[in-house]
């Protein structure tokens, strides 16, 4: 029996196996390490099956899968070096845990930490919204047509309805007491969400979730139209 026929058709099968599990991967690190397992498996198929060895398909496996180490060097030296503070880790370990490491310090990067003191507004109802914000720490009111409808607290966000309308703010916002939140620029956050599909895949499921613990909150209080904060 040839051993090494066999060995050579095996591995064909398995690179086609490594690389639809690959595809099915949402982490970059592991599909790279997949990919490269795949060349190999590839360049064990075409070194044996053929008659001769396919020298220029072998070649180009080689290449691709020296790109992929190298990719996956440099992505597993960025992760090895990141580094939070207790807030950042904090948020991280609740609001934000669906997202990887290096995805979470690529979001902080764009962001700014702020104070708003009482009665300091950070939206206006019916008017343009330019940021998305985090309660990190404090207390908000939302109101609407002058009126407050709710309050906001820490984990909550503001901003998020009119980031994924494009609309303006849908209520204002006004600090209730010393408020200490993150903002976000709405341009560079839609930047790194499209530049990264699963950080945005993660981002619409917070979004999602703080949508849905307001509509919880409020929905035993006001039977009429609701108002989302902005």
Wanted: proline letters at 4%.
């Amino acid at each position: 029996m040839d051993y090494t026929f066999w060995l050579g058709h095996i591995s064909g099968h398995l690179a086609s196996v490594l690389t639809v599990v690959a595809y099915l991967l949402k982490d970059i690190l592991w599909l790279r390490l997949l990919t490269i397992l795949s060349c190999f498996a590839g360049i064990a198929f075409n070194y044996f099956v053929p008659a001769t060895p396919l020298w220029t398909v072998i070649g180009w496996n080689v290449l691709f899968a020296a790109i992929n180490i190298i990719q996956c060097a440099i992505i597993i030296r960025e992760r090895s070096g990141i580094q939070f503070t207790d807030e950042e880790k904090e948020l991280h370990e609740t609001l934000f845990k669906n997202f990887a490491p290096f995805e979470f310090m690529k979001l902080m990067r764009i962001g700014n930490w702020r104070e708003a003191k009482p009665g300091q507004v950070l939206a206006v109802e019916g008017q343009p919204l330019d940021e998305v914000m985090l309660i990190y720490d404090g207390r908000l009111g939302v109101e609407t047509n002058g009126q407050e409808v709710a309050q906001l607290q820490d984990g909550n966000f503001i901003g998020e309805v009119s980031f994924i309308s494009g609309g303006a703010a849908t209520a204002t916002v006004r600090a209730v007491d010393p408020t200490r939140y993150v903002s976000w620029s709405k341009k560079e956050i839609e930047k790194l969400l499209n530049r990264n599909p699963s950080m945005k895949f993660a981002m619409q499921a917070v979004f999602s979730t703080d949508l849905s613990k307001k509509l919880a909150r409020r929905a035993p209080t006001f039977q009429g139209k609701i108002h989302l904060p902005s």
